[in-house]
């Protein structure tokens, strides 16, 4: 990968995460979920963008991958727990990353600060050599040490240009024999887990190039 492409990731990269923090921004107790992913996706647009995949939102106990549709009315209500999910992509490019946030609350700040670490720790450890299997070994050992369970059908996934999920899977578990990170990749990691009693789903992801 010469420097230019990757300065082309890092644009997409950049301009997925300021749409991120906007929609973050404006998640409040009654706005309408359909007004806040338009909100976001206009917002990709005007700084030189277009969105990579429709802009997800997944609230309490719904994990990832949902959106509302055209007539959808709901907005959100207070303690809802929103798991905001932003692409952007420039010429090809894509820049994918996701956060958790309570509306008018402050009673998963635990699961949160859980999802924070698994993250930060799986990424402490990519690089090129490194198996996906210890990866998710990584972020099931995190998540069991703060007294969650990990979500084993959720995972990251290798990215390549107008490609957002190839053939590599970066699961939450430690699980089968795993694929070996190479040079030059382009990942996404989605630690996803949940409280046992109350599932209140967390996802976190960040692209991330592996370093030699």
């Given at each position: 990968?010469?420097?230019?492409e ?109 999802s ?6 799986a ?23 703060f007294?969650?369970?990990p ?26 024999r ?8 382009i990942?996404?990691n ?10 209140g ?11 030699k």
């Amino acid at each position: 990968m010469d420097n230019d492409e990757l300065g082309k990731w890092k644009r997409a990269g950049k301009l997925a995460s300021r749409a991120r923090e906007y929609g973050k921004r404006e998640i409040e107790e009654g706005v309408e979920k359909l007004e806040l992913v338009e909100a976001v996706e206009n917002f990709i647009r005007k700084n030189g963008g277009t969105p990579a995949f429709p802009t997800n939102l997944a609230v309490n106990n719904i994990a990832a991958h949902w959106t509302p549709n055209s007539n959808d009315k709901s907005v959100f209500e207070y303690g809802d727990v929103v798991k905001l999910d932003v692409g952007a992509e420039i010429d090809g490019y894509i820049g994918d990353t996701a956060l958790t946030v309570e509306v008018g609350t402050e009673q998963q700040e635990e699961l949160l600060k859980s999802s924070r670490q698994a993250l930060k720790n799986a990424i402490d450890i990519m690089r090129a050599g490194v198996s996906t299997q210890e990866i998710g070994g990584m972020i099931q050992k995190t998540v069991e040490n703060f007294g969650f369970k990990p979500i084993s059908n959720l995972t990251g996934h290798a990215i390549e240009r107008y490609n957002l999920h190839t053939g590599i899977a970066i699961p939450n578990v430690k699980e089968g024999r795993g694929r070996i990170l190479e040079k030059g990749m382009i990942v996404s990691n989605e630690p996803g887990y949940y409280e046992t009693n109350k599932f209140g789903i967390r996802i976190e992801n960040l692209i991330y190039t592996t370093k030699k």
